[in-house]
């Protein structure tokens, strides 16, 4: 399926929203808010799938619509700022993954949402949603950036909280803030001023509905200080954008891996610092994928003998992985064989 891109909205200086019509009434995306989209974009005759976070929702937005930050040295993410135009067609995927609310009119909670850079995008989402279709609802958003010219949807966010000022707070925590507002927090997300945000909203650290996007250090930063308040892991949603560094075994290592895909017997061989997929892709293997940051199910796979590591932030469970199952995107050899079945 292709979509066209009907607007181009320049958010800060290094983000974008690229918004396409929704299809006609037989062939519209359903989605639900905080997934993804898949974007199959070709650069020199290659083509290149990235996954982008839905910033519209699907119960007030006519248009479909995705934020791209761009990525020092990414190569997609680059072209699609400096290169995309309005008119253009881009080939998609259907909408994934497990970062998602489905709001109900009957429900009422409280949603502590955190958010961090371009990690906004499906937390705008989620909060859009929920604001229009649960009433009874109250969020709080901790929502963390570089500075005030860097914050994402910021006038709209001021919008929705002059528009549900009883069931909509934002909280800002900025590196560099000069002066200090209200809302607006000077320095770095810590267990002090988490508990002072906490008490000036009249929340506890209690049964809430916790949902985490942004940079892996910010989001292992505010798991340990819920985690110090009683919030358990399993009590937490999360949506990696963009996945640690990888110190594993290392490159000293080289993996001979059999891939068992649909039948067929692939044998390739990887680096302890290379994931399995990506070494997949470059010997020109096709595997399953889509979001490449453990998030989706779309790589899923079974390791059934050797051994693979996987990076923290993966939606597995732990009963999953006790079984063998493995995301491929997210996998990394520390065994010298392993056989996988995809």
């Not at 019509?21 to 070709?42: A, D, E, I, R």
């Not at 961090?116 to 109250?138: D, F, M, N, R, W």
């Amino acid at each position: 399926m292709k979509l066209q891109i009907k607007h181009i909205i320049q958010e800060t200086k290094d983000s974008v929203s690229l918004s396409f019509k929704n299809g006609n009434l037989f062939n519209k995306l359903s989605y639900k808010p905080g997934q993804f989209l898949t974007v199959h974009v070709p650069i020199d005759n290659v083509v290149h799938k990235r996954a982008y976070s839905f910033c519209s929702n699907p119960y007030t937005d006519k248009d479909l619509k995705i934020t791209i930050k761009r990525v020092e040295k990414g190569l997609v993410s680059n072209y699609l700022h400096d290169h995309i135009k309005i008119g253009d067609k881009l080939v998609i995927d259907k909408p994934a993954g497990s970062f998602y609310v489905a709001p109900k009119p009957e429900v009422k909670k409280q949603y502590v949402l955190f958010a961090g850079g371009s990690g906004i995008t499906p937390i705008y989402s989620i909060i859009t949603s929920v604001l229009a279709k649960e009433e009874q609802s109250k969020i709080v958003l901790v929502y963390a950036n570089q500075n005030i010219e860097s914050i994402i949807f910021h006038n709209e966010l001021k919008a929705l909280e002059n528009q549900y000022p009883n069931r909509f707070c934002v909280e800002y925590i900025l590196s560099t803030c000069a002066n200090e507002a209200k809302n607006y927090h000077a320095g770095l997300a810590n267990k002090t001023l988490l508990d002072t945000l906490f008490l000036k909203n009249n929340i506890k650290y209690e049964d809430h509905v916790y949902m985490i996007c942004g940079p892996f250090g910010y989001m292992e930063k505010i798991k340990e200080i819920l985690k110090t308040n009683g919030i358990s892991r399993e009590q937490i949603k999360i949506e990696v954008f963009k996945s640690p560094k990888v110190k594993l075994v290392g490159k000293d290592l080289i993996s001979d891996v059999t891939l068992k895909v649909k039948g067929s017997s692939h044998q390739i061989k990887v680096r302890g610092d290379k994931s399995i997929l990506w070494q997949a892709m470059s010997d020109n293997i096709v595997l399953p994928y889509s979001c490449r940051s453990g998030m989706c199910s779309t790589c899923k796979a079974t390791c059934v003998s050797g051994e693979v590591k996987m990076t923290e932030g993966h939606f597995l469970s732990e009963s999953d992985v006790t079984n063998g199952t493995i995301l491929t995107c997210v996998s990394y050899p520390i065994s010298e064989k392993i056989v996988i079945e995809i």
